[in-house]
Nanobody, 119 residues
Framework: QVQLVESGGGLVQAGGSLRLSCAAS????????MGWHRQIPGKQRELVAS???????NYADSVKGRFTISRDNAKNTVYLQMNSLEPEDSGVYYC?????????????WGQGTQVTVSS
């Protein structure tokens, strides 16, 4: 199993920045990718950004050029630097890892951290 602990959410004005962190523990060697999803009220949970073990990144179109995902493998931590935040970015942000198990790929989720962007 993998445990995920998130931090860094909060309240910020539009145009501001926040950095989210997610530290993983447990079966670290099984992790194949790390990422962030968000749940905006009234919408389905969506992928924000992901990064593979090899460093390949993927971003939602809505955050390209504003958000940057990175990871520190020595600390088993993934970060999401969010710049030029907009009120539409408000929601609960969930850290996610994809692990490889005998049954195939299996996801683990953090508890979520609230991001609120005021206009």
């Amino acid at each position: 199993q993998v445990q995920l602990v998130e931090s860094g959410g909060g309240l910020v004005q539009a145009g501001g920045s926040l950095r989210l962190s997610c530290a993983a523990s447990g079966s670290i060697s099984s992790i194949r990718a790390m990422g962030w999803h968000r749940q905006i009220p009234g919408k389905q949970r969506e992928l924000v950004a992901s990064i593979t073990n090899g460093g390949s990144t993927n971003y939602a179109d809505s955050v390209k050029g504003r958000f940057t995902i990175s990871r520190d493998n020595a600390k088993n931590t993934v970060y999401l630097q969010m710049n030029s935040l907009e009120p539409e970015d408000s929601g609960v942000y969930y850290c996610n890892v994809m692990t490889l198990r005998s049954i195939g790929l299996y996801p683990y989720w953090g508890q979520g951290t609230q991001v609120t962007v005021s206009s």
